[in-house]
Nanobody, 129 residues
Framework: QVQLVESGGGSVQAGGTLRLSCTFS?????????MGWFRQAPGKGREGVAS???????VYKDSVKGRFTISRDNAKRSLYLQMNGLKPEDTAMYYC??????????????????????WGQGTQVTVSS
């Protein structure tokens, strides 16, 4: 069973910076997992923010491009989301997710919830104006 634990959320003013971290319990075939960050604002559905594959290729939601950076360190079993230039509309619960690709290292970048089978409990990010 894969477990994911997020940390690093908090409250900042607009223009501020936060770095989210996610530790995961994947012990083998780490490269077979694509990783992603999602968020859910109050009263809205969960949306994909960023995804990274085994080769460190990335994809981002349009509204965060140039401000957010996703990265992973398999040796530390960790996933990160560096968030700069935060805006009030970035306020949400942020979730770390992992999706396994069978048959080889994961190369399917996706911002779709349905492509991920493992989820953390979330960490709250609040940005005030």
């Amino acid at each position: 069973q894969v477990q994911l634990v997020e940390s690093g959320g908090g409250s900042v003013q607009a223009g501020g910076t936060l770095r989210l971290s996610c530790t995961f319990s994947i012990l083998t075939y780490i490269d077979y997992y694509c990783m992603g960050w999602f968020r859910q604002a109050p009263g809205k559905g969960r949306e994909g923010v960023a995804s990274i594959d085994h080769d460190d290729r990335t994809v981002y939601k349009d509204s965060v491009k140039g401000r957010f950076t996703i990265s992973r360190d398999n040796a530390k079993r960790s996933l990160y989301l560096q968030m700069n230039g935060l805006k009030p509309e970035d306020t949400a619960m942020y979730y770390c997710a992992a999706g396994r690709q069978y048959g080889g290292p994961c190369s399917t970048l996706s911002l779709l919830e349905t492509d991920y089978g493992y989820w953390g409990q979330g960490t709250q990010v609040t940005v005030s104006s």
